[in-house]
């Protein structure tokens, strides 16, 4: 009894103690951190420019904060720090010595690498993002034409605050949309690049409509070769490389029928997209089969088909004529311009021949011209929405046709 | 020598004034001692002595006076030997003679009319029970949607009674004790017979004979006398107010113990699971049952942890809640001027004493308080800035979540456990909550109720008991009684229900 005492009093005095360590404790409070919503990798003059966007919970109107008559930086949810130094750990060292709040990386929600610093090579600058757990490994990679601060610096009144903008849209980019992690990965595999969607700023009208206000729009894809820029694919190319990749998410395809009228178009969305890749090693040479299969449905019909009778055939001929044309020459411009394995090509040869593999590996980029892909397509179309021919078929044109 | 001559003053005495002076000398200045003086026959004189109030005053003039005074008038003619003739004439069922005063004043004491007769050495004690008890009403404190309306009252007999009602066998056995030297509380200890194991009854009976007390005036006196661990904030005793909820646990070999003066039975031993049903978990189809036992299980986690857990979430661990989700909170905590730990006891602190003081007022200022504590804590207190509004839905959550919990005691326990945890919280974040959750399971595992471990089923393992636990298996297939009382006579369902219906769909 008297040593269940002495215990139970030796518990409690444990348990008071750590109550007196004040200034060892983790503890933070909420108001007491600046959660860093985006933060933007620059290279200027050969030092690291991270520019971090913060929120500022007291003007988000939370219902508490009504009463503390906290907002005072106007309308603006947020507060741009930026600074340089050699590597971005380092800039994001001095950025915390401008703030009062102790700086928090674990809402990030997007990363923006600038041109520059990506032609440069993101390698080094992007450790950081990938050794410190603080870092959301979820956070999505975003690439900029031009420098990445001016991304974060749109109005985007769209959303609470231009990182939300851009998340949203680099979420919509891809079926996988590129994160820290799966930008480390691709780093970290042998034989494979990168290619991260690019945005860019525009406005939200033309001039002469009115005054419009900034936003942030997707504009194609970057190609990496290795851990550098090597080129961008416009936003018309972008869809046709993404299905390649089987990353596409709903593309859309517009395809002109007949060479008599350009204006004679079907427009049709893709779902369901299955594509497969077969390596051939024949004789030293390597080819690839890329098949894609999809469900399609018609969105806009302004071509003279009769797709009642014809069952849509010639529609989903055409169709795949133009897919595999178009995706070929994605392909071909990839692999001979940038030298650059976006497709997955090296983990497809790799599980078929790993003997092969690991002797050519180290040559493998040198090796890409020398790839043949062959691309077929196989679209079958199913639905043609709520109507069947294109209104602008008349009757009589039928009859007389 | 010393003894005997105690034993001759502890004697009625053959003389009726020597008898009226004793009673009169003990029952001093006790001015709810009525003494009746009656004439028995034209030679013999009595004396009627009862206490007011206790007994049936009806009685006594309908079955005791009236047949004597109208006795003496038709019967002239007696013996010196009246005894005989006062059992027959005296309608009344319980009787009983006595020769020593210790008898005679209990018997007083315990609602009986003692008759003192001249040239008697015996006294003849009928009993009057009586008195105004409150009748049988809805419980209180345990409300179904469905099922009895009954509760107990506060009469030793009726509750028992309200059980007999229920388990028609000669098997419901009911042991009674007095207890307390200066209230001699009648306490019963209820059992079935050959369900209830033999060691758990010997063991009952012997700690209730163990108590020594001068007073017992609630069940919750014997509760603390003979619980195992006194140190333990769980209850080791689940009480009821609801006869089939006593019923249900006799059943299940558990034991009971009335108390007289108090509507709520103990029953002995206890799990914790135990402790977390509804007697309606059992009037409803299962599908119900399990919804809502599971939904009584999560809340019973919620009020033990959410308020911790909402600390060492915003205090340590902000990367743990989605990005919109930790800016909304930081956007309402932005002029707090407390940390978390401080707002999040203010709030608990403020909710406990409004609930403790929703139940101490009178029904008509009950109102008052609670629009009080709804507009002044909860809606004043977010506006003025002083606490956020999460910390008003936590703490609000909490305190509903510990409402879910069918028993008080639970409930309070669980209230109570609350405030180390979120102290610990504060102190180690998520960590903490993880040292007091071992903490609490340890002390749990340990814990026993009459030798029954406080976990049983889940720790140590029971297939046939989970049955009972986290689902409730539909009647039918619950086949076996819980293994904790009931070691030897396990099984109460005889043959397995014919399944579907075509096979007796009747034509």
């Known amino acids: 009894m008297q040593a269940k005492l002495i215990q139970a009093r030796a518990l409690g005095v444990v348990l008071l103690l750590p109550l ?23 290279m200027e003059q050969g030092e690291i420019r991270s520019t971090a966007q913060i929120a500022l919970p007291s003007s988000l109107g939370g219902a508490g904060s009504q009463g503390g008559g906290g907002g005072t930086s106007g309308s603006k949810t947020y507060l741009m720090v930026s600074q340089t130094a050699p590597s971005p750990y380092q800039a994001n060292k001095q950025i915390q010595a401008k703030l009062s709040r102790i700086i928090n990386f674990s809402h990030r929600r997007v990363t923006i690498i600038g041109e520059e610093f990506a032609r440069s090579g993101i390698g080094e600058g992007i450790d950081v993002l990938g050794r410190f757990p603080q870092n959301r490994l979820t956070t999505y990679v975003v690439l900029s034409r031009g420098p990445g601060y001016k991304l974060l610096d749109v109005e985007a009144p769209i959303e609470q605050s231009p990182s939300e903008m851009i998340r949203e849209l680099a979420k919509s980019a891809m079926q996988d949309p590129v994160s820290i992690q799966s930008m480390t990965n691709t780093l970290l595999t ?59 998410l709903n593309p859309k395809l517009t395809i002109v029928m007949g060479d008599h009228h350009p204006q004679e178009s079907a427009s049709i969305v893709l779902n369901e997209i299955r594509r497969k890749l077969r390596p051939h090693l024949e004789e030293g040479e390597i080819s690839f089969d890329l098949e894609v299969k999809a469900n399609g449905l018609i969105l806009e019909n302004v071509t003279r088909q009769e797709l009642q009778y014809t069952m849509m055939m010639p529609l989903e001929k055409h169709a795949n004529e133009y897919l595999a044309k178009e995706m070929q020459a994605i392909i071909n411009e990839t692999l001979h311009k940038h030298r650059s394995d976006i497709f997955g090509l090296s983990t497809a040869f790799k599980n078929k021949y790993p003997a092969a593999w690991k002797k050519i590996k180290h040559r493998w980029h040198d090796k890409l011209p020398e790839v043949k892909v062959r691309v077929r397509a196989n679209i079958h179309l199913e639905n043609s929405g709520e109507l069947m021919n294109s209104l602008g078929i008349r009757e009589e044109y039928l009859n007389h046709d | 020598m010393k003894t005997k001559e105690r034993k001759e003053e ?13 009673v009169k000398s003990v029952f001093q200045d006790c001015s709810d001692v009525v003494y009746r003086e009656i004439q028995l026959t034209e030679e013999i004189r009595g004396l009627l002595v009862y206490i007011e109030g206790i007994i049936k005053v009806e009685d006594v003039q309908q079955h005791i006076l009236r047949p004597l005074i109208e006795g003496l008038d038709q019967q002239k003619e ?76 506060e009469s030793l007999r009726i509750n028992t009674a309200l059980v007999r009602f229920k388990i028609k066998t000669e098997k419901l056995k009911l042991i009674d ?42 069940s919750g006196y014997i509760e603390e006398w003979i619980e195992d661990n006194p140190s333990s904030p769980f209850p080791q005793m689940q009480y009821s107010e609801r006869p089939d909820s006593v019923a249900a646990q006799l059943l299940e070999g558990r034991i009971a113990i009335f108390v007289d003066g108090t509507p709520f039975v103990l029953i002995a031993p206890v799990t914790l699971w135990q402790l977390l049903q509804a007697s309606e978990d059992y009037y409803e189809r299962f599908f119900i049952s399990n919804m809502i036992r599971w939904i009584r299980i999560f809340f019973l986690f919620l009020a033990l942890f959410l308020p911790s857990l909402y600390i060492a979430v915003t205090t340590f661990h902000q990367d743990m809640l989605p990005s919109t989700l930790i800016l909304s909170i930081a956007a309402s905590r932005e ?57 008003v839905i936590v703490v609000s ?29 504060s102190a180690f974040g998520l960590f903490g909550i993880v040292i007091g959750a071992i903490w609490i399971v340890v002390h749990l595992t340990q814990l026993k109720s009459f030798g029954v471990p406080y976990m049983n089923g889940v720790a140590p393992y029971d297939a046939t008991d989970m049955k009972d636990i986290f689902s409730r298996v539909p009647m039918w297939k619950m086949n076996k009684r819980p293994s904790d ?23």
Request: some cysteine; hydrophobic content about 45%; overall charge negative.
């Open chain 1, 20 to 42: 007196l360590l004040t200034g060892c404790w983790d503890r933070i409070e909420v108001n007491d951190v600046a959660f860093v919503l985006a933060s933007a990798t620059d």
């Open chain 2, 78 to 153: 007696v013996g010196q030997d009246i005894y005989p003739l006062s059992f027959t004439r005296v309608s009344l069922s319980q009787a009983q003679a006595t020769t020593d005063w210790p008898t005679v004043i209990n018997g007083v004491l315990t609602a009986n009319v003692a008759i003192f007769m001249e040239g008697m050495e015996e006294v003849l004690l009928f009993s009057v029970k009586g008195g105004s008890r409150r009748s049988v009403q809805e419980p209180q404190t345990e409300a179904v949607i469905r099922g009895p309306r009954e509760g107990f009252t």
């Open chain 2, 485 to 507: 009382a009931t070691r030897g006579n396990v099984r109460r369902i005889g043959k397995t229900r014919p399944m579907g219906s075509d096979s007796n769909e009747g034509w």
């Open chain 2, 177 to 218: 004790m007095v207890i307390g030297k200066m209230t001699k509380t009648d306490v019963a200890m209820a059992y079935i017979d050959g369900v209830a194991e033999e060691k758990l009854i010997n063991d009952v009976k012997d700690r209730l004979e163990s108590i020594d007390i001068d007073g017992i005036l609630e």
């Open chain 2, 10 to 22: 502890n004697k009625i005495s053959r003389d009726l004034a020597e008898n009226v002076k004793q």
């Open chain 1, 190 to 248: 042998e034989g494979i690049d990168l290619a991260i969607p690019v945005m860019s700023t525009t406005e939200s009208v033309p001039e002469k409509v009115g005054n419009g206000q900034s936003l942030v729009k997707l504009d194609g894809l970057g190609i990496f070769h290795d851990d550098k820029l090597s080129g961008y694919l416009t936003a018309e190319q972008t869809p046709m490389a993404l299905i390649a990749m089987g990353q596409a």
């Open chain 2, 335 to 391: 002029a707090i001027p407390f940390p978390a730990l401080v707002e999040a006891f203010i709030m608990e602190i403020s909710f406990e004493a409004l609930r403790e003081a929703g139940i101490r007022l009178p029904k008509t200022v009950g109102q008052a308080v609670s629009i009080l504590g709804a507009l002044v804590i909860g809606q004043a207190a977010v506006q003025a800035g002083i606490v956020s509004a999460p910390m």
């Open chain 2, 397 to 425: 959550l909490t305190g509903i979540a510990s409402f879910t919990i069918p028993r008080f005691s639970l409930a309070v326990t669980v209230r109570m456990l609350r405030f180390p945890i979120m102290l610990l919280a």
